[in-house]
């Protein structure tokens, strides 16, 4: 069972549109985790969020926590080429392992 | 600082066959971690070692073992391969402590395995 649901699944959109990125669940977490992943090399960490409500920007990316610490989405201002890749969450729920979802892969073109 | 490295990248192998799996960590992380990405099920996680002892497991079968050296270095090794079994398999690494506070993880490369 996944612990954390990701919208969409596959996003294709041109170069200076913006997207939003969701993660759900029904399970509290204490914080959450944002990665990307490009093809061949395993995911980076973005951000991890932590308080519920807590918002963090990243360029132009930016980065929610739900005020019940249960979803959180991302937002990207005019996407470029460059931000393509998986883009995968994570929540944390110590002291057990990160439960990720299943990604969300972005496509943006020239 | 050299990142987290797995050996080999590529790997075929055929059904029934075992695999060892390398990781070596970042110079001074002592936990490693491993996971499965398959399309289907996204990453998974496999175990998690630290200071030699494996101290978190996920949901896999028992084909599915690790070990870790007092270099921190890390082996997976997975038995009796299936042809499910076909996936990246990546490590992770962090400084480590306390399991309630989770320091960044540093993944590597992974290992694209093939079973035939």
């Known amino acids: 069972t996944q612990l954390l649901e990701q919208s969409p699944q596959f996003l294709s959109i041109q170069e200076g549109e913006n997207l939003t990125v969701y993660c759900n669940s029904s399970s509290v977490f204490s914080s959450l985790q944002w990665y990307r992943q490009e093809p061949g090399e395993g995911p980076v960490l973005l951000v991890t969020v932590v308080t519920g409500g807590e918002v963090k920007k990243l360029k132009r990316l930016t980065f929610q926590f739900g005020d019940a610490r249960k979803d959180s989405s991302l937002h990207i201002t005019a996407a470029q080429p460059g931000d393509t890749g998986l883009y995968l969450c994570a929540g944390v729920r110590p002291p057990r392992a990160l439960n990720f979802g299943k990604g969300t892969s972005l496509l943006v073109t020239p | 600082k050299a990142g987290v490295t797995q050996t080999p990248r590529y790997l075929i192998k055929t059904r029934g066959q075992q695999v060892t799996l390398s990781c070596s960590p970042i110079s001074g992380h002592r936990s490693v971690s491993w996971y499965q990405q398959t399309p289907g099920q996204g990453l998974q996680f496999l175990f998690e070692y630290f200071s030699e002892t494996q101290r978190n497991k996920g949901n896999f079968p028992g084909r599915f073992s690790g070990r870790q050296f007092s270099n921190s270095r890390s082996e997976m090794n997975v038995s009796t391969l299936e042809l499910g079994d076909s996936a990246l398999y990546l490590c992770?690494?962090?400084?480590?402590?306390?399991?309630?506070?989770?320091?960044?993880?540093?993944f590597g490369p992974g290992t694209r395995l093939t079973v035939l």
């Open positions: 992770a690494s962090r400084v480590g402590g306390s399991l309630s506070s989770y320091n960044e993880q540093f």
